[in-house]
């Protein structure tokens, strides 16, 4: 019998044991730098001439792997054999599907460390931000196994005279999965192993900023005797591999963690036929958000003042349900920016790989880098920088140390790679650029409310609606938020990222995608379909 399922649980890496296993892990990881990793298509490795490369971008001159790179011809392959390999693992058991996932968990949780290196070298995540990353990951393992087992055998249904009745979950087919480089290896794994699980192939497209760790995954899914023709590995251009697979006829359905933009181009080609479809295609999106956190004037100010700190710059701001936008109630509007920016003083920004254990890391790339760097721009039009330094450019385009306002210190931002220093820009109109648009990185909008009615219709008043946070002590103004705040997350007296598999199931409204709620007891059906079975005596 197995155990109940129980989110796993973090280290502390202020202790000798945690710490120096840590080190260890990313020494291992330096040692395996630059090696070449292949496709997987219908079970064999394929290796090809044209290659891409994945860097680190705390140091652009790092490479982490290199990745052979697929192309339209080889899509249609991966996805023509995953059509094949369908009849097949269609028919194997739940509970065997489940254990190979339980399996993959255990590997995982063997290889905690070294997993974590790898993301603190390829998207420059911090040491407790990768290990969480990697901990989610076991979560979905351990959570979507059992999950299946509860799934697969007859579910219940209202008994007939005369006959006998049942209702079963069968799998659709060939997905397509095109996870995020952010959680390269949770939602990676996540949406892969849930698609898996229920008797699904599955082609799986890794981020280009992220493509080894996905292949790590891969290599843990073997590891647990995931059939090799059961998932083909296709990295390559969106623009061709991408839509070759989404749009491919013998594709069932498509699963994307990503922005806005491409999310909806998935969805209008996903809804079109294609000459040979018979079925509708799915299409399971989570797209982005413009998250807040809310503050009213009867909260614990330095509670909350904590909370908008962890969820704006953790992992340099780059998560979905990151706070870029802190909506506060005027009388206590002052006092809240003056401890937000404090404590973002105390914040250290590094290469994650050192052994300095930062708090926030590079973000992913020059292209990243130059966006964010142009919201800044346009922030400070907008508002007044309350915390940030000078834009400047050093040899690979990162911030050097300007001056800083309300101190002159040095800002302490590496000379290269793709570092951002936190910044913090108050005064900002609801209907600002930087109020309404993804950012995905650390720049924090703050906003005045006039009231508790004003500071909701602020928060409700974007595209968006994946997560938010209220901070009050008052019952009935934490009641409104349960009905009147529209978003798939909502977050009382606590910050608005870091959500738990099974614990809080995550998706969101609007233009934040499908509310596909991730992590959920209902989550495996996105990838199922019932067939009503009655058979009359």
């Excluded at 968990?105 to 290889?111: G, P, Y």
């Excluded at 079963?168 to 997905?175: H, I």
């Excluded at 900002?428 to 990185?441: L, T, W």
């Amino acid at each position: 019998m197995l155990t109940t399922y129980r989110p796993e649980p973090y280290v502390d890496f202020t202790q000798p044991e945690p710490r120096q296993r840590m080190l260890d892990a990313l020494a291992l990881v330096e040692s395996q730098l630059g090696r070449t990793y292949p496709l997987w298509i219908a079970g064999e490795a394929v290796t090809t001439k044209e290659t891409f490369t994945s860097v680190s971008p705390a140091d652009p001159n790092r490479v982490v792997g290199v990745m052979c790179k697929a192309d339209a011809a080889l899509a249609d392959r991966a996805v023509r054999a995953a059509a094949e390999t369908f009849k097949r693992w269609s028919r194997v058991d739940p509970d065997v599907r489940a254990r190979v996932l339980i399996k993959a968990a255990a590997i995982m949780r063997r290889r905690v460390y070294e997993l974590s290196a790898w993301m603190c070298y390829e998207v420059s995540k911090s040491w407790i931000e990768a290990y969480a990353d990697t901990c989610e990951t076991i979560d979905f393992l351990d959570f979507y196994g059992r999950e299946m087992m509860r799934l697969g055998g007859s579910q219940p249904v209202t008994p007939y005279p005369g006959e006998e009745n049942e209702l079963r979950y069968m799998p659709l087919g060939v997905g397509v999965v095109i996870p995020p480089w952010n959680f390269p290896l949770a939602i990676c794994t996540g949406m892969t192993s849930a698609a898996l699980v229920c008797g699904n192939t599955v082609c799986v497209k890794p981020a280009s900023a992220s493509p080894v760790i996905a292949a790590k995954m891969l290599e843990c899914l073997h590891e647990a005797g995931m059939p090799k023709d059961v998932v083909n590995f296709v990295p390559g251009p969106g623009a061709s591999v991408g839509d070759t697979m989404v749009t491919h006829p013998l594709t069932r359905f498509i699963s994307f963690t990503g922005s806005r933009d491409v999310g909806l181009e998935i969805y209008e080609k996903a809804s079109k036929v294609q000459k040979g479809q018979i079925w509708l295609k799915r299409s399971v999106l989570e797209m982005g958000g413009k998250d807040c956190i809310v503050v009213d004037e009867t909260a614990d100010v330095e509670a909350a003042a904590e909370g908008v700190v962890a969820a704006a710059f953790g992992f340099q701001g780059q998560k979905c349900s990151a706070c870029s936008r802190l909506i506060a109630h005027r009388d206590i509007y002052a006092d809240l920016l003056e401890r937000v920016v404090a404590r973002t003083k105390k914040l250290t920004i590094g290469d994650t790989v050192l052994p300095d254990n930062f708090f926030m890391g590079a973000v992913i790339d020059r292209g990243a880098f130059d966006k964010i760097n142009e919201y800044i721009k346009v922030g400070r039009g907008e508002g007044k920088l309350a915390y940030g330094v000078e834009m400047a450019s050093s040899q690979h385009g990162s911030q050097s140390c300007g001056t800083q306002t309300g101190d002159s210190q040095h800002c302490g931002v590496p000379s290269q790679g793709y570092f951002i220093h936190p910044t913090i820009i108050e005064g900002v109109a609801p209907n600002a650029r930087i109020s309404q648009e993804e950012i995905f990185g650390p720049v924090l909008a703050v906003i005045r409310a006039k009231d508790f009615d004003d500071a909701l219709a602020i928060a409700n008043g974007t595209e968006y609606g994946l997560t938010g946070a209220l901070f009050s002590r008052d019952r009935f103004r934490l009641e409104r938020a349960r009905h009147e705040f529209h978003v798939g997350n909502l977050y009382l007296n606590r910050k608005c990222t870091g959500a738990l598999v099974d614990v809080q199931p995550f998706g969101g409204f609007n233009m934040s995608g499908t509310d596909s709620k991730a992590g959920g007891r209902d989550y495996l059906l996105l990838f199922l379909q019932g067939k009503s079975i009655t058979e009359r005596w």
